[in-house]
């Protein structure tokens, strides 16, 4: 006999998914795909997560909840207006609904697995038929259950090929118009022309050791499709968004960054952050600099982004301080599932992703200092996970300039280009030439 116990729940997971749909309806397309009613536990919770489902597209809060609970004769069974306001302060962070939601969804296919294993266990040992009809049978139960928890992922030949040809033509059609057929351009030409722009679903790492200048040629990146018309997230774990903005302020003024920060600004200086504060207010450029990221926390952020104003592409400054979703593994294998959760975050989304990491110092300790591949740091998945990796170098000389690498890419030519550096200004090019 099974042992008798309570069945896999996790009652306060379902009060946050729940008190997260309330007090941001914005998390509810984020959450409805990934739960059914009966993927929770409690009957309340059951109720209350079908009744707010109900009210899409109206607004879901504690007073129209109330009212559609009682309209169904549920509000008693889902434990009246006391315990829905305990949903509501259930609720540490709407941000981090999908993440409430994968532990409920967790626990209802534990709960799933273990009924179909107790009626495996109950017809072996009271056999309604012969051995092997019973094996066919579980094994049909476990084949269902795994359908009914996945979604179909295949595609033919015939799909794939179609959907080629229909790229091939849109890109023609885009190139007659006068329009760019590639991927989205970054405005650092060389780059652009090695890569052919940054296509949707990929994963690009731009890898360098500290202070050479990652955060800032990312910045300069995602300020020029910015500029551009393209909304751009960065998701920024190690300086805030006014750090950001400073950076941002003194490429458009030309004003140096250390006069910004320390307010030491003429007449001329002033004008100038002014006039730059004005062009930059429509750029649909949005910062995140939570200081402790999941992946779960930038997944969630991305998609509120695309749902509010669309979104071309993500920055994230930098990969290994993302949080490890399995803090009980070694680091290689925690950073080797960041960056395959990024490249799973750039397909389901459609748009880049650009992720920046940290290398190790085995490159300065090489004549030149030129870094390899092999020096990306905790991890050799990184390498394997990016569609394109490019190395940063800084030359050793008051030359100012940034040297570039494209050691990696799948689909095109590897090659190397240099860039001068304004670091007071935060300025990639000559003068004029990039942000």
Known sequence: MIESRTPPHDADAERAVL?????????????????????????????????VLGLVPAPADLVTLYDALRSRGWLED???????????????????????????????????LARVAAEVLRDAHAPPGPALELVAAAERSFA?????RSSDTTTTLAEAVDAVLARVEAAEAARQAGADPGGL????????????????????????????????VATCLAANMARDGRPVLVASLEMSAEELA????????????????????????????????????PWPLVFDDAARQSLAHLGAACRRVKRRSGLACVFVDYLQLVEPEDKRANRNAQVGGISR???????????????????????ESRPGGKPRLSDLRDSGEIEQDGDAV??????????????????????????????????????????????
């Not at 689909?411 to 007071?424: A, H, K, M, Q």
């Open 144 to 148: 269902a259950l795994s359908e009914r």
């Open 390 to 435: 490019v190395l940063l170098h800084r030359r050793p000389d008051a030359s100012g300039m940034l040297d570039f690498e494209v050691a990696k890419q799948r689909n095109g030519p590897l090659g190397e280009f240099s860039v001068r550096f304004d670091r007071p200004r935060m300025r990639l090019g000559d003068e004029g030439s990039v942000f």
């Open 19 to 51: 008190g997260a749909m309330l007090r941001d309806n914005a998390c509810i397309p984020d959450v409805s795909p990934l739960l059914r009613a009966d993927d929770f536990y409690t009957d309340a919770h059951r109720k209350v997560y079908a009744a």
């Open 78 to 112: 889902a434990g009246g207006a006391a315990y829905l306001a305990e949903v509501w302060d259930g609720c540490p962070s709407s941000a981090n609904a999908a993440y409430y939601a994968g532990i409920v969804r967790e626990h209802s296919v534990l709960r799933s």
């Open 246 to 281: 400073v950076r941002v302020l003194s490429a458009e003024s030309g004003v140096e960054g250390r006069f910004v920060h320390a307010a030491e600004l003429d007449a001329v200086g002033a004008r100038r952050l002014l006039a730059a504060r004005d062009a930059l207010r």
């Open 185 to 216: 351009m970054t405005g650092l030409a060389p780059l652009d022309a090695l890569l052919g722009g940054l296509r949707p679903g990929t994963l690009t790492v731009v890898a360098a050791r500290p202070s050479v200048g990652k955060s800032a």
């Open 341 to 363: 959760g990024l490249k799973a975050l750039a397909r389901e989304l459609g748009v880049p992703v650009v992720a920046l990491a940290q290398l190790n110092r085995e490159a």
